[in-house]
């Protein structure tokens, strides 16, 4: 489904992935883990396509075309989700207007019609239910005055309904409490299928306790160094990222 | 009903203001005077064909007691329970010489005197479409009198191809105790030019509440001119402007604290899209003695071209110790961190484009005072923000 062949890739002046090579294929759950500044969410950003990252080398290849072609949009419409380390905060647009207007945009792109009001609004109840949020956050800006952990089921809740081929959720661990957290793997658990491939970006072991992955990847200085299985990140847990650098130079 | 003769209007002509003037650096009237001294030779010309058909759809989209002045005539005088409306034959003479030019051209006023509350929004429509050149007068006085209520919609709209200029003057009394909700719309076309000043005093413990809304027109020049001489009274103002390609819209305002306690809040926001120019320039004085002012003023915009030109200018002279007073302005850019976001989730630039500059806007229509005049200011803002959108290409950079 995804494949990234020798991926370098800088922001400014600064490269940041320097060969990055990785296949994911449907209904397979990958971790990609490392340390601070290791390009975790640099991986993530040129995925979804943020103009800020060049690419200066290698290939990205999604669904057999060049993603890298690809404008933002096109790669969402083609079933990419990025769930944000950061979600964006935009007052004055509606929750339930944005989920409406990107299922809609999805929907045209496949030539469907477009959702109407009672189904979609059905649906959001639903998915809302299994994210324990209150169908309240429909009414309210786009994470307008929402918690870290409001803010991150709510792109959980975006990616419920968008239903994508390819979920990247990049730290959607990060500033969460213990309930919030079991929230968000539950939404991302129940998304689980043969067809769809998720990776999530993490820097702890933690939420991988409640999301278990198929390969466990550590990145250092933009590059894969280990892979594995859950068992890595068990291992990265108690002996660090220093003892696969170290075994990796060695 | 020309009151002088056509050397003394070519006078007052003469003496519109021009970029010397402090008040008018930015705003070149050159066209205004021209299409003036044009019309003064030609005199009025047939009335657009399909000028009935537009003061129809908007007086039937818009939920008022309609007051229509087309062409500088008086259509119609609506009898609402509570309020007096008459003719006037005559403006006040002016001080200055656009109000000079108001006196001297024109052909009715209109005087409306509220008592009471009164529910049903008053609608006063100025419009004017004509096949030829044209000049046209608005005055309009509106009374509220002591502990009365009442809404009012300014709709100011145009239409035709020909060059138009319309010069309108309001003067808006809010009584002691009263609480006037004014909205102003201003839709005219793209081509046209027109100066407009509404001068607002506010009485003893007396509220008012304005937005105006600028989404059309070519050269727009408005003046705001509170007077505040009285404790206790309670001023908001809001605008918004959308410039695109070609548009020059410049806001004015001014608030003179002479008496206080007393709050003066306003904030205008502006989009502007392509190569186009908007001013706000936001005066306050706070005279001696006025002390327990509270006057607040911000300006924010939106600009989507780096050919687009704003000059924001708040001003306050404070002559008094005991005030609280605080003013802001910025200029940005959209946020290309939304930006992306709304991207990633399937929605193209443009959309994005639209439903971030929509949000930026919709506070000011949020707040505006009359609920009755929203679905049709937001009708007209969609409008507009689309086509500004779509047609510069230069944000797509």
């Given at each position: 489904m995804l494949q990234i062949e020798n991926l370098k890739s800088r922001i400014g002046e600064t490269e940041i992935l320097r060969g990055l090579s990785l296949s994911v294929n449907p209904g397979e759950v990958h971790a990609i883990m490392g340390p601070n500044g290791s390009g975790k969410s640099t991986l993530a950003q040129v995925v979804a396509g943020h103009q800020d990252y060049e690419v200066t080398g290698g290939s990205v290849t999604y669904k057999g075309q060049?993603?890298?072609?690809?404008e933002p949009e096109e790669r969402a419409r083609e079933g990419i989700f990025l769930g944000f380390q950061y979600p964006v905060e935009i007052p004055g647009v509606n929750n339930a207007y944005l989920l409406k207007a990107a299922l809609n945009a999805k929907r045209k792109h496949a030539g469907l019609d477009e959702i109407d009001a009672f189904e979609f609004l059905k649906m959001a109840r639903e998915k809302m239910a299994t994210l324990d949020m209150?169908?309240?956050?429909?009414?309210?800006?786009?994470?307008?005055?929402?918690?870290g952990g409001e803010k991150k089921r709510n792109e959980i809740l975006q990616m419920a309904m968008l239903e994508p081929e390819l979920a990247i959720l990049d730290?959607?661990?990060?500033?969460?409490d213990i309930d919030a957290l079991k929230a968000v793997a539950n939404g991302v658990n129940s998304l689980r299928n043969p067809d769809r491939a998720i990776v999530l970006v993490t820097h702890?072991?933690?939420?991988l306790d409640y999301i278990e992955p198929d390969f466990v990847h550590v990145l250092s200085e933009g590059q894969i160094i280990k892979s594995g299985d859950k068992s890595l990140a068990l291992a990265l847990e108690e002996k660090g990222y220093d003892w696969v650098r170290e075994a990796a130079s060695a | 009903m020309k009151r002088c003769t056509a050397d003394e209007l070519q006078a007052i002509v003469g003496r519109m203001p021009t970029t010397r003037d402090e008040d008018w650096k930015?705003?070149?009237l050159t066209r205004a005077r021209d299409i003036s001294s044009r019309w003064l030779t030609m005199g009025d010309g047939t009335p657009s064909s399909l000028l009935d058909e537009e003061i129809q759809r908007i007086t039937e989209s818009v939920e008022a007691s309609w007051l229509v002045v087309a062409n500088g005539e008086i259509r119609n005088l609506a009898t609402v329970s509570g309020v007096t409306v008459d003719k006037l034959d005559e403006a006040p003479a002016g001080h200055h010489a656009l109000a000079e030019l108001n006196a001297a051209l024109l052909k009715e006023g209109l005087r409306i005197v509220v008592e009471g509350t009164i529910d049903k929004p008053i609608g006063i429509l100025v419009i004017d479409g004509t096949e030829d050149t044209s000049v046209s007068q608005a005055y309009i006085e509106v009374e509220l009198a002591n502990h009365s209520t009442a809404s009012v919609i300014e709709y100011h709209a145009s239409l035709g191809d020909a060059d138009q200029y319309a010069n309108t003057a309001v003067s808006l009394v809010v009584g002691d105790g009263a609480t006037a909700n004014h909205v102003r719309v201003q839709n005219r076309a793209r081509n046209h030019v027109q100066t407009g000043r509404t001068d607002i005093s506010v009485g003893k413990y007396a509220n008012f509440r304005s937005a105006g809304f600028?989404?059309?027109?070519?050269l727009i020049r408005n003046d705001i001119v509170i007077n505040i001489s009285n404790a206790g009274a309670d001023v908001s103002f809001d605008g918004l402007y959308l410039a695109g390609e070609g548009q020059h819209i410049d806001n004015h305002t001014r608030v003179d604290h002479?008496?206080?306690?007393a709050i003066s809040k306003q904030e205008y926001r502006g989009i502007l899209n392509g190569k186009c120019r908007c001013i706000w320039n936001g005066k306050a004085i706070v005279h001696?003695?006025?002390?327990g002012t509270d006057a607040d003023q911000a300006n924010h915009n939106l600009l989507l071209s780096d050919k687009a030109e704003i000059d924001a200018k708040p001003e306050l002279e404070i002559y008094t110790d005991d005030v609280k007073c605080s003013h802001g302005t910025t200029v940005g850019q959209l946020d290309e961190t939304s930006l992306f976001y709304l991207r990633s989730r399937g929605l193209d630039r443009e959309h994005a484009t639209q439903i971030l500059t929509h949000a930026f806007a919709a506070g000011i229509v949020a707040r505006a005072?009359?609920?009755?005049a929203k679905e049709e200011i937001t009708r007209l803002m969609e409008a507009r923000l689309a086509r500004m959108i779509q047609t510069d290409d230069d944000f797509s950079s």
């Open positions: 060049d993603l890298l072609e690809l209150d169908p309240k956050f429909l009414n309210r800006g786009v994470n307008e005055g929402f918690s730290e959607t661990d990060s500033g969460l702890y072991q933690r939420l | 930015y705003t070149d600028d989404l059309g027109g070519g002479r008496v206080g306690p001696e003695g006025a002390d005072p009359v609920e009755a």
